[in-house]
């Protein structure tokens, strides 16, 4: 089993940018280079979006047509950490972002499942606002 935390959240005025971190742990030999990592975020009353996902062996990435040209999602295998890099901002970003760990095929067909992740961080709330 996978735990994940993330951090980085908070309020920011439409056009800025935050970097949102998704720190991984396991046992004593744990490693992400095997993992698929998925950044998600949902909105009240709306489904549950895939906005980014990287595979840590290959470094393949998939953005969501939403966040494509203002998003980077990138790794530190050494330290167990994936990134979310997100700049000019719009009120529509406003989620709750939660980072997953899983294997797939391809990160098109992670961030685009409806698999309920056994591996999730608890959350980390952006609200873009003026």
């Known amino acids: 089993q996978v735990q994940l935390v993330e951090s980085g959240g908070g309020l920011v005025q439409p056009g800025g940018s935050l970097r949102l971190s998704c720190a991984a742990s396991g046992s004593s030999d744990f490693t992400l280079d095997y993992y698929f990592i998925g950044w998600f975020r949902q909105a009240p009353g709306k489904e549950r979006e895939g906005v980014s996902c990287i595979n840590n062996s290959d470094g393949s990435t998939y953005y969501a047509e939403s966040v494509k040209g203002r998003f980077t999602i990138s790794r530190d295998n050494a330290k167990n950490i994936v990134y979310l890099e997100m700049n000019s901002l719009k009120a529509e970003d406003t989620a709750i972002y939660y980072c997953?760990?899983?294997?797939?095929?391809?990160?098109?067909?992670?961030?685009?499942?409806?698999?309920?992740?056994?591996?999730r961080g608890q959350g980390t709330q952006v609200t873009v606002s003026s």
């Open positions: 997953a760990a899983d294997i797939f095929t391809t990160v098109q067909h992670m961030c685009t499942s409806r698999r309920i992740f056994g591996s």
